[in-house]
């Protein structure tokens, strides 16, 4: 850190500074994931440990770091200072990339010297409501920012949990009320299906510790919660809400008449979510949320390990608008909307596979009809949605009572396109197109009738042309008065530019011509190459150059525009009454606004599956779905839709069948990088597919519903956990035991490598035989134990597979094609090969290698069959032992002992010479 102490930190004197550093430091203790930030007026400053973590995120260098370090004092401060941009940018990057919170101090002086500093905002990746004009007035809102609070209540024997969500963007509440197990396994999969940004819990009490790890593997920022605050009454919060819910017409204006309340637990949670967000203070809120309860059967069961192994997001911070983006995950490869409404939408999807037959079908027929006509489907995703608005936005905008006449324009265009819409809807020959898209937006826009008319009647639309939002001068003659001044003004600079034509002999209105842009108002513009005409004359003054041509002005176009510019504010000062109450009137239509959006948002998602589906290299096929518990999983020439699409690569399509009773679990052999986890994952991602209604990377594809998607592809070590590479291992898979049912997918890689090579044999052997005998789910479960493939001869449903490659002395190829049967060696020492290890390496290992398998095969010779028989007899002996009586135990332990030592086997007379002696 630089140790640069400026004679007069942030212009205060050392009065000054003693002061704000004993303030400072007064502070309360935070956690290191909140920044805070001083609003200075014209710049913010960060203090303490924030300014090098700001430093180093914002400058990439702790060079910026000052210390304000008063003289006669020993306290000292380190500071950065933040231009305006500089904060706004990374307040975006903190709340929405990061997962961080943010707190801004302002000062109450007017001064900017003193210290009466008050925390006027704070902001939490759940809670952006005081940040949403900075972070969404430039920039699109791609993602949601759910808020869920959690509350655990014990009920005799059982665990109950209620949980409580809050889309301020979609103002809606969520509850639901379940009974988990200590694992919280149904607790999880309602998280990866909800993906809130930040969760509520009670602080101080333990039952808690399992929870905030699992939020955290979730990505999940924890905000931790007094225990009494989760104690309201249940009138306290139906008083809330009463305040809240949008009551249908002739409804019982009474949230106690609703069901969800019922839900006591759950109901807990949301009176902590909705105080914490403090909706009730803000008026616009009021009457605009709904309330529903939340069901979990409605969708496939993931967990976080699923999600991890699928590669269903990319990384935080990944840059959407990059070509990468594409590739890096099934987000990125199904994702091609074109509204901000569309891409929140997608990623929701893609968490909520769904289990309902019918409704899969739906979607698949849309997909399908977008797919096979592609003029209607490029016109839609090309032309028409990108034309679109956040509707959200501008929704949120008018109920905080900011929007302005451009707002409600932005809104009228809306109406204005979607006809051009609806017509191509119309057109397509599908039923399920017209009943689930082109009916309801059809009577959604019947709904804005009147809208349209109001803006018709009251905007001029004649100004809007020009860049100006104003109100027809016709409803007030004050106003008509300024719209004659202005036009007088108009007129005036037209004449002028026909004199400045003549003065340069050029012609007016084609050579020179009478702009306006915000930042510069009126002025003249001419072509690059006609500039030199007024280069080095005094009398015009130029104000910038840009691709179209030069920009300038003179003197008495000066006056006018000035002249106009106050004309203007007087006149839509004078309007002000006018748009205030059109701005009531349109928060009269927030709830078709908003149904039209998510009619917007579902459409975009559909062109979105049918343009992915098209512009893969090979194209998508429809699934063909059948029904939960059918039993079939039948994938011909399946493919990653990641891997495809990166440059340089072909891709070996491969087939995977299941079939009830015949088929459940594949094991799967072969050498490292030789494909088994694409395999596998390939699979998974194409079942998942299907269930959000995507087409999927096969040449033809048979899926039955599954109730859950779960894997375990991969581990490392979570230090900051406390969990080592083989734990981590041991959880998810513990958690794919609990939750697996005969109708689920489970896709497991490389289980048991973080242990000893026989432990870890056998822990994989008796998961894998669980999952085929007791579960009975398809499974693929790719191994290193070549061993565990001795189990096909065993259970009938169990077959192996291996990804083929050719070895010789010379040369190792990877065909990366799946056959049928074991492989005996996983090529490792070749592999290093390819990896271009030191040759002196790979001939010790080589070397290293050989011993260690004529040692084993040794062994194997010295195995006589008395030997062999002693060693099952043992077996039998430990197999019939009663755990609970330690009678039966030891009397175990003399029978094994003595069937041992009564054996003539010069193997166990090496291995045990103990019982010999």
């Known amino acids: 850190m630089a140790n640069l102490k400026p004679l007069k930190s942030l212009n205060l004197d050392t009065t000054q500074q003693k002061n704000f550093i004993k303030y400072f430091k007064s502070l309360p203790d935070k956690p290191a994931t909140t920044v805070r930030f001083f609003d200075r007026s014209d710049y913010y400053s960060v203090h303490g440990s924030d300014a090098e973590f700001v430093a180093k995120c914002v400058f990439k260098s702790t060079n910026v770091v000052k210390i304000m370090a008063p003289s006669g004092s020993e306290d000292e401060v380190p500071y950065v200072v933040l231009s305006k941009n500089n904060f706004e940018s990374f307040v975006r990057d903190l709340l929405l990339v990061r997962n961080y919170r943010v707190e801004v101090f302002t000062n109450k002086n007017a001064s900017k010297t003193s210290n009466e500093w008050v925390l006027e905002f704070k902001g939490s990746p759940g809670n952006l409501s005081q940040f949403e004009d900075l972070l969404f007035a430039n ?169 991890s192994a699928l590669n269903l997001f990319p990384k935080p911070g990944t840059n959407m608008s990059s070509a990468a983006f594409k590739w890096q995950s099934i987000l990125g490869v199904l994702d091609r909307c074109r509204t901000p409404q569309g891409h929140r939408l997608m990623a929701q999807w893609i968490k909520q596979p769904l289990r309902d037959y019918e409704v899969i079908k739906d979607r698949h027929d849309i997909v399908e009809c977008f797919l096979n006509n592609a003029t209607c489907r490029t016109e839609l995703h090309e032309v028409h949605m990108k034309r679109l608005p956040d509707i959200l936005i501008l929704i949120k905008k008018l109920l905080r009572k900011k929007a302005s006449l451009q707002d409600i324009f932005r809104l009228y265009q809306v109406i204005l396109r979607i006809p051009k819409i609806l017509r191509l809807l119309e057109e397509q020959d599908s039923t399920t197109v017209i009943s689930t898209l082109y009916n309801p937006m059809k009577e959604t826009v019947g709904d804005l009738k009147m809208f349209k008319s109001m803006v018709e009647q009251i905007l001029d639309l004649e100004a809007v042309e020009k860049g100006e939002y104003l109100v027809k001068y016709t409803f007030d003659d004050q106003l008509k008065e300024y719209k004659e001044q202005m036009d007088e003004i108009e007129g005036k600079m037209k004449r002028l530019l026909s004199k400045v034509a003549d003065d340069l002999g050029i012609e007016a209105g084609s050579t020179i011509k009478l702009d306006y842009v915000g930042h510069h108002g009126y002025h003249f513009r001419m072509s690059l190459k006609d500039e030199p005409l007024i280069r080095k004359s005094s009398k015009f003054q130029i104000l910038d150059a840009i691709k179209g041509g030069v920009r300038f002005t003179n003197e008495k176009l000066a006056d006018y525009n000035a002249d106009i510019t106050n004309s203007r504010e007087c006149y839509e000062e004078q309007q002000k009454t006018v748009v205030d109450e059109v701005i009531r009137i349109a928060v009269g239509y927030v709830e078709p606004w908003t149904m039209l959006n ?320």
């Open 139 to 307: 920039n699109d809102m791609v993602t949601g920012s759910a808020l869920t609070a959690l509350h655990i209540k014990q009920q005799g024997k059982q665990k109950v949990i209620g949980i409580a969500c809050i889309e301020t963007n979609e103002r809606l509440f969520s509850v639901s009320e379940f009974v988990d197990d200590c694992f919280f396994s149904e607790l999880e999969a309602l998280i990866v299906i909800l993906g809130p940004k930040e969760c509520i819990i009670p602080a101080g009490d333990a039952e808690y510790d399992r929870v905030k790890i699992l939020l955290e593997r979730n990505n999940v920022i924890v905000t931790m919660k007094k225990k009494q605050e989760f104690l309201l009454e249940k009138n306290d919060v139906v008083q809330d809400l009463n305040k809240l819910i949008r009551f249908t017409k002739g409804q019982q204006e009474s949230a106690n008449t609703l069901s969800e309340t019922s839900k006591t637990v759950a109901l807990a949670a949301l009176g902590v979510a909705i105080r914490y967000l403090e909706l009730v203070n803000e008026s616009s809120n009021h009457g605009q949320y709904d309330l529903k309860l939340l069901n979990l059967n409605r969708f496939v069961h993931l967990d976080a390990a699923a999600v």
């Open 598 to 917: 998510n009619q917007i948002a579902q459409l975009d998602c559909f062109l979105s599956f049918a343009v992915a589906a098209a512009s893969a290299p090979e194209p998508y096929i429809r699934p063909n779905m059948h029904p939960e518990g059918a039993g079939q999983l039948n994938l011909k020439q399946l493919r990653h839709p990641c891997l495809e699409l990166q440059e340089d690569v072909n891709f070996i399509a491969n087939d995977a069948v299941f079939t009830k009773d015949e088929t459940t679990m594949y094991i799967i052999t072969g050498p490292n990088m030789g494909g088994k986890s694409t395999f596998i994952r390939s699979v998974g991602v194409a079942v998942l597919m299907a269930h959000v209604g995507s087409f999927v990377p096969c040449s033809q594809a048979d899926i039955s519903i599954v109730d859950c998607i779960l894997g375990r592809v991969g581990a490392d070590d979570n230090l900051s956990k406390g969990l080592s590479t083989f734990m981590v291992e041991m959880v998810e898979t513990a958690g794919i035991i609990r939750m697996a049912t005969e109708k689920s997918l489970v896709i497991i890689d490389e289980l048991g490598r973080g242990t000893s090579t026989y432990e870890g044999c056998g822990i994989a052997w008796s998961i894998a035989e669980y999952l085929a005998k007791e579960t009975k789910c398809f499974t693929l479960f790719a191994t290193h134990f070549h061993e565990i493939t001795d189990m096909t001869e065993t259970i009938k449903t169990v077959k192996s597979c291996h990804m083929a490659a050719i070895a010789d002395n010379s040369s190792f190829t990877l065909l990366y094609q799946v056959k049928p049967g074991v492989m005996e060696k996983s090529f490792g020492i070749q592999v290093a090969k390819l990896a271009n290890f030191s040759p002196d390496v790979v001939e010790l290992a080589k070397k290293l290698y050989d011993e260690c398998e004529d040692h084993f095969t040794q062994l194997k010779v010295a195995e006589d069959q008395e030997g062999i028989d002693a060693f099952l007899a043992s077996l039998e002996k430990i197999a019939a032992v009663d755990p609970n009586d330690d009678n039966s135990i030891g009397t175990m332990l003399q029978d094994v002992r003595k069937c041992v030592k009564n054996t003539n086997s010069d193997y166990f007379r090496k291995t045990f010479p103990e019982l010999y002696a």
